[in-house]
């Protein structure tokens, strides 16, 4: 029996998550979770642990072995619990939960991946204009079942600077778009517990510098042996360029929620590209709620990452 640490304190539910869908997990010792802002690295984090815990770079069918226990949109939670019942090897789940809406159990490793808000953006208008019609309806279904039909967030726009206007002024405005955390609220939900032994502060921009390196430090916190001699091979099927090409095989689910399916939704895999849309006057919110709402070490953290930053566990 795995001892819980601490219940949630705070009930979340937006248009595509509800954290009581955590409420019958059953949790095991050595389980991992996953947990990010949307569009911070979850799924090329998923693909990491993914090859750790296999030792094999060989393409897995992982979106449906790692499930999204928050997420409404797929299907009953007793699905997804009887998958992680059913399986044998060390089980790894995702959560877009804020940290105090999940419950914390002793031995269950988290590993929390960041990327600027800023590119998280960008990645997300790429994200939500990709959907197939029939998820646009499924989850406008879901509303109006759930009587949250104006609560739900605004189409998204074609030009990804007006979505980005819109992200930034409902941040501004404390709203909850859909339901959901800001980006600013989300992060300071999870960076006060940044010295805890059982989690781990990963950085988008860390995996794009030294993929091996990080891989190592995910490696060894997770308590897994990866022989040196294996790293590469691992780390090479980390990589965008093979994750994109494999995208079929890893996430086969996805090409019913997405045109092009996996393809659209492994896009780029970069950052900067809000540098060339954005104009300084556009970009002047987004740095007066990062001053308000982080340290300037959290600040420099959430920018850059731990090898131009820091340590966050040694950061203020």
Same mark, same amino acid.
Request: aromatic share 10%.
């Given at each position: 029996?795995?001892?819980?640490?601490?219940? @949630?304190?705070? %009930?979340?539910?937006?248009?595509?998550?509800?954290?009581?869908?955590?409420?019958?997990?059953?949790?095991?010792?050595?389980?991992? !979770?996953?947990?990010?802002? @949307?569009?911070?690295?979850?799924?090329?984090?998923?693909? !990491?642990?993914?090859?750790?815990?296999?030792? &094999?770079?060989?393409?897995?069918?992982?979106?449906?072995?790692? @499930?999204?226990?928050?997420?409404?949109?797929?299907?009953?939670?007793?699905?997804?619990? #009887?998958?992680?019942?059913?399986?044998?090897?060390? +089980?790894?789940?995702?959560?877009?939960?804020?940290?105090? &809406?999940?419950? !914390?159990?002793?031995?269950?490793?988290?590993?929390?991946?960041?990327?600027?808000?800023?590119?998280?953006?960008? &990645?997300?208008?790429?994200?939500?204009?990709?959907?197939?019609? %029939?998820?646009?309806?499924?989850?406008?279904?879901?509303?109006?079942?759930?009587?949250?039909?104006?609560?739900? @967030?605004?189409?998204?726009?074609?030009?990804? +600077?007006?979505?980005?206007? $819109?992200?930034?002024?409902? =941040?501004?405005?404390?709203? +909850?778009?859909?339901?959901?955390?800001?980006?600013?609220?989300? #992060?300071?939900?999870?960076?006060?517990?940044?010295?805890?032994?059982?989690?781990?502060?990963?950085?988008? *921009?860390?995996?794009?510098?030294?993929? =091996?390196? #990080?891989?190592?430090?995910?490696?060894?916190?997770?308590?897994?042996?990866?022989?040196?001699?294996?790293?590469?091979?691992?780390?090479?099927?980390?990589?965008?360029?093979?994750?994109?090409? $494999?995208?079929?095989?890893?996430?086969? #689910?996805?090409?019913?929620?997405?045109?092009?399916?996996?393809?659209?939704?492994? *896009?780029?895999?970069? *950052?900067?590209?809000?540098?060339?849309?954005?104009?300084?006057?556009?970009?002047?919110?987004?740095?007066?709620?990062?001053?308000?709402?982080?340290?300037?070490?959290?600040?420099?953290? !959430?920018?850059?990452?731990?090898?131009?930053?820091?340590?966050?566990?040694?950061?203020?």
């Amino acid at each position: 029996m795995v001892t819980m640490l601490r219940a @949630p304190t705070r %009930e979340y539910s937006s248009v595509l998550m509800d954290s009581h869908r955590w409420d019958d997990f059953r949790p095991r010792q050595d389980d991992i !979770i996953v947990a990010t802002y @949307p569009k911070c690295g979850t799924t090329w984090t998923q693909r !990491i642990v993914d090859l750790l815990v296999f030792q &094999s770079p060989d393409p897995r069918p992982f979106g449906q072995t790692s @499930p999204w226990l928050d997420a409404k949109i797929f299907g009953p939670i007793e699905r997804d619990l #009887e998958t992680l019942a059913a399986q044998g090897h060390r +089980r790894f789940v995702k959560t877009h939960l804020p940290y105090d &809406s999940l419950p !914390i159990y002793e031995g269950v490793k988290m590993i929390h991946v960041v990327r600027d808000g800023r590119d998280a953006c960008m &990645s997300m208008h790429n994200h939500m204009r990709g959907f197939r019609p %029939e998820m646009l309806a499924a989850m406008a279904a879901i509303a109006v079942a759930e009587g949250t039909a104006g609560e739900r @967030p605004p189409e998204t726009p074609e030009d990804p +600077r007006e979505h980005y206007l $819109q992200w930034i002024s409902q =941040a501004r405005s404390g709203a +909850r778009a859909g339901g959901d955390l800001s980006f600013f609220d989300f #992060e300071n939900t999870y960076w006060s517990r940044r010295d805890l032994p059982d989690v781990l502060f990963v950085h988008f *921009n860390d995996l794009k510098a030294d993929l =091996a390196g #990080e891989m190592r430090r995910i490696s060894t916190f997770l308590g897994i042996d990866t022989p040196e001699s294996l790293m590469p091979e691992l780390a090479r099927a980390a990589e965008f360029e093979t994750m994109k090409r $494999q995208g079929g095989e890893m996430l086969p #689910e996805l090409a019913m929620a997405f045109d092009r399916g996996a393809d659209r939704f492994i *896009n780029k895999g970069v *950052n900067g590209r809000w540098s060339d849309i954005l104009s300084d006057t556009d970009l002047e919110p987004y740095h007066a709620l990062a001053a308000a709402s982080f340290s300037p070490d959290q600040a420099r953290w !959430i920018e850059h990452g731990r090898l131009v930053a820091g340590d966050p566990r040694l950061l203020d």
